[in-house]
């Protein structure tokens, strides 16, 4: 079975802290993606990567960056963290290729920023 | 709009009913994926699809590429079936990108 891991189940930062959010799967997938949830909006794109050291921004790349050194590990980083990034971040991989493939999440991180 | 609508929100039920949640949308897509969110986050791929039918125990998913409509059936439902289920869409340009619904609350009481 595919294993996406996130570092963190709950975290709680202050404002303007520097977050950084790990994740790491272990099936050799080229894909890997960050979301954020939130009540009323749903998953929401904020960056992915099609191999390392590539990545393309989401829907919602704004106050993130993100970095991919290594294959199989896919880092979320707030830059100064603020309020209105308190959500729930969820990590996903999957393998590359033409024909459509199921995506592994990970269990998640619940973020609180003060 | 939303490029992906379900429908209901919420829904609460007994134990033993049949459940029919549905999903509606508007672009084109390669696929449409069918996922369950428990109360602790993590989220369970259930179903992709792209044509047809599927099922896979007490759950089936069906697809109509015409219509751009899915629904995702539980029969003889159970508590344990209660959790978040939540539609998402393959776009046809985007690789494995997908864009997704914001959910259905479902509850099944004993």
């Known amino acids: 079975d595919v294993k996406v891991t996130q570092s963190s189940r709950y975290l709680v930062k202050r404002t303007g802290e520097k977050v950084f959010l ?8 080229e894909n890997m ?18 191999d390392v050291k590539m990545k393309e921004k989401g829907d919602i790349p704004e106050g993130y960056s993100v970095s991919r050194e ?3 590990r896919f880092s979320l980083i707030l ?5 209105n990034q308190t959500s729930m971040y969820l990590c996903a991989s999957t393998a590359a290729g033409f024909r459509n493939q199921p995506q592994h999440f990970g269990d998640g991180t619940r973020l609180s920023i003060l | 709009k939303n490029e992906v609508e379900q429908s209901p929100q919420n829904l609460t039920a007994q ?4 459940i029919t949640i549905n999903c509606s949308y508007s672009v084109g897509i390669s696929a449409l994926h069918w996922l369950q969110q428990h109360p602790g986050g993590g ?9 047809g039918k599927k099922k896979h125990g007490r759950l089936i998913a069906t697809i109509n590429i015409q219509e751009k409509h899915s629904s995702l059936h539980i ?14 869409v393959q776009l046809l340009q985007g690789a494995q990108k997908l864009v997704f619904g ?3 609350r479902l509850t099944i009481n004993p």
């Open chain 1, 33 to 50: 993606f960050w979301y954020r949830q939130d009540p009323g909006l749903g998953l929401r794109l904020i960056y992915f990567s099609y």
């Open chain 1, 70 to 72: 290594k294959k199989e």
């Open chain 2, 43 to 51: 989220i369970v791929s259930l179903f992709m699809l792209s044509s």
């Open chain 2, 15 to 18: 134990e033993g009913e049949f």
């Open chain 2, 75 to 88: 029969t003889a439902s159970h508590p344990r079936d209660s959790a978040v289920y939540i539609c998402a």
């Open chain 2, 102 to 104: 914001q959910g259905t």
């Open chain 1, 22 to 29: 790990e994740c790491v799967q272990d099936m050799d997938h």
């Open chain 1, 79 to 83: 830059e100064s963290a603020s309020t």
